[in-house]
């Protein structure tokens, strides 16, 4: 089946830092791109949904200023943590989907802010 | 209300059990029904995809449709320590580009 690579699978980082996410279609073209915020124990939350060379649209709650997506091309779209707080903590998933695909999930990246 | 409710369990059978996983949903609008696997620190993989209602089989994987009542099912035959995970259902409005609803998933352990 298709592949999303996701980067990096765990990453810690200082409070007040920024942190980057990747997540790499590999074998077709993701023409939407889903983030996802998973706390322990809880379903997955959709963060924001974007599509190639477009703004992303984010749910109701989640700071765009502070979630900085880019998704510049149909294999890559990136997910910036800005100014990171331990309440920021948590794992991350993105999800690439084509135009008559199923969604396909990264392994996710857990990001620890201390 | 949430829009899709899951019992979160955890739930204990032992091997070769069947095991029966359930969820319910508020919005008459869905149309595609999802059952994801997630394996502790790692990222979903999709397990069965049913549109509207009905039944779909796929190896020791049932999952069924109940539009009427607003209640999916997933049902596992045979079941094996492998199968210990947590078991997500999902659902969403259209088939392609479309925001998945995720229930709270169910923590599924196969005792040997």
């Known amino acids: 089946g298709a592949v999303v690579s996701q980067h990096p699978s765990r990453v810690i980082c200082k409070s007040g830092t920024s942190v980057k996410i990747e997540c790499r279609s590999l074998?077709?073209?993701?023409?939407?791109m889903f983030w996802y915020r998973q706390f322990p124990k809880q379903s997955l939350m959709l963060m924001a949904t974007?599509?190639?060379?477009?703004?992303?649209?984010?749910e109701q709650g989640v700071e765009k200023d502070k979630f900085l997506i880019n998704h510049a091309s149909l294999t890559l779209s990136t997910l910036t943590v800005t100014s990171a707080h331990p309440e920021d903590s948590s794992f991350y998933i993105c999800?690439?989907?084509?135009?008559?695909?199923?969604?396909?999930f990264g392994q996710g990246t857990r990001l620890t802010v201390v | 209300q949430k829009e899709v409710e899951q019992d979160p369990g955890p739930l204990s059978v032992p091997e070769g059990a069947i095991v029966s996983l359930n969820c319910t949903y508020s919005?008459?609008?869905?149309?595609?029904f999802m059952w994801y696997r997630q394996y502790s620190r790692k990222g979903p993989e999709l397990l069965m995809y049913?549109?509207?209602?009905g039944n779909k089989e796929d190896g020791r994987f049932t999952a069924q449709v109940d539009k009427s009542s607003k209640y999916i099912s997933l049902f596992i035959r045979d079941s094996q320590p492998s199968d210990s995970a947590t078991y997500l259902c999902?659902?969403?409005?259209?088939?392609?580009?479309?925001?998945?609803?995720f229930g709270s998933g169910t923590r599924l352990s196969i005792r040997p």
């Open positions: 999800s690439g989907q084509g135009d008559d695909t199923e969604a396909f």
């Open positions: 074998d077709f073209q993701a023409t939407t």
């Open positions: 974007s599509n190639e060379g477009s703004k992303a649209t984010y």
């Open positions: 919005n008459s609008a869905f149309q595609y």
């Open positions: 049913t549109y509207s209602s």
């Open positions: 999902a659902m969403s409005w259209y088939s392609s580009a479309s925001k998945i609803i």
